[in-house]
């Protein structure tokens, strides 16, 4: 796979327990270091192309999720990670919750799991990388 673009990536945890927070987090430690796929991890969502989504939204968190959304550039990517991101998980009947996060921003890939391994969200995160990729090259063949 050709990887044109080093996309930067920030984490929003809209309700969850830090676990797959603490999961996203070791995607830099030197074992995973997603940097050698080009990837940076960035705390602003407004710097982000790609945003990793923990938590099952719930009504406290989701109106700062959407604006999170709305910060990032264009051609922005959102990854649910996690059962809670995913379908609301333990969380899912709890009164306070959206069962996912789907109902708030569009997503782009579910990472499930409680929580996902490290090399789960890398997967999915260098799916991320290979849809930029196809996009670039379409792009370069209608031109
Ligand atoms: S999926 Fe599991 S580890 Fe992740 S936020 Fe929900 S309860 Fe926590």
Not at 32 to 45: A, M, T, V
Not at 55 to 81: C, E, F, H, W
Not at 90 to 103: E, L, P, S, V, W
Request: with cysteine; aromatic share 6%; proline share 8%.
């Amino acid at each position: 796979m050709m990887i044109k673009k080093s996309p930067w990536v920030s984490i929003f945890n809209s309700g969850g327990c830090k676990g797959c927070e603490l999961e996203c987090l070791m995607l830099i430690s030197p074992k995973y270091d997603i940097e050698r796929f080009g990837c940076l991890l960035k705390p602003s969502p407004r710097h982000a192309d790609i945003l990793l989504v923990t938590g099952p939204a719930t009504k406290q968190t989701k109106d700062r999720l959407k604006k999170v959304y709305s910060q990032m550039a264009p051609n922005k990517r959102v990854l649910a990670i996690g059962a809670c991101a995913v379908s609301g998980g333990i969380f899912r009947n709890a009164y306070n919750t959206d069962k996912g996060i789907t109902n708030t921003v569009p997503v782009d890939y579910f990472v499930p799991g409680c929580p996902p391994k490290p090399e789960a969200i890398i997967h999915a995160l260098l799916k991320v990388l290979g849809d930029l990729d196809g996009r670039k090259k379409s792009k370069v063949k209608k031109l």
